[in-house]
């Protein structure tokens, strides 16, 4: 009985280690990006770039953004292994003075939440 035990465990863990290996992966170029100095009332945007290094296709399920002055837009299609995309972050400059702003991104990936960052200031 205990041979039976201990063969099953061992067919549970290679299984979860073998789908593991399956999942997608995103990877950024980079993660901050400072705008430096901004003018006041005038929007900038990044676009902060990615590929999926994993085995199958990413999905971007949400990106949570800290304020609506920070607006994160991307493609809802899946990108397929080791294909390319952008996420682009608008900041809206309506406040003066520093400013440091970290959006949670959301996906399917073996690591599900990333965070991006955006920073600068507004004069």
């Given at each position: 009985?205990?041979?039976?035990?201990?063969?099953?465990?061992?067919?549970?863990?290679?299984?979860i280690?073998y789908?593991?290996?399956?999942?997608?992966?995103?990877?950024?170029?980079?993660?901050?990006?400072?705008?430096?100095?901004?003018?006041?009332?005038?929007?900038?945007?990044?676009?902060?770039?990615?590929?999926?290094?994993?085995?199958?296709?990413?999905?971007?399920?949400?990106?949570?953004?800290?304020?609506?002055?920070?607006?994160?837009?991307?493609?809802?299609?899946?990108?397929?292994?080791?294909?390319r995309?952008?996420?682009?972050?608008?900041?809206?400059?309506?406040?003066?003075?520093?400013?440091?702003?970290?959006?949670?991104?959301?996906?399917?990936?073996?690591?599900?939440?990333q965070?991006?960052?955006?920073?600068?200031?507004?004069?």
């Amino acid at each position: 009985m205990l041979k039976k035990i201990i063969v099953v465990a061992f067919f549970i863990v290679g299984k979860i280690s073998y789908s593991q290996n399956k999942l997608p992966e995103l990877t950024f170029e980079s993660t901050i990006y400072n705008f430096d100095t901004i003018p006041f009332d005038e929007p900038k945007s990044y676009s902060f770039k990615f590929k999926n290094t994993g085995k199958a296709d990413l999905l971007i399920k949400n990106i949570v953004s800290p304020c609506g002055c920070s607006i994160p837009e991307w493609s809802k299609s899946p990108y397929k292994k080791k294909s390319r995309g952008v996420i682009k972050v608008t900041f809206n400059a309506r406040t003066k003075g520093s400013f440091f702003k970290t959006l949670l991104v959301e996906t399917n990936g073996k690591t599900p939440s990333q965070a991006i960052t955006i920073r600068g200031y507004v004069k």
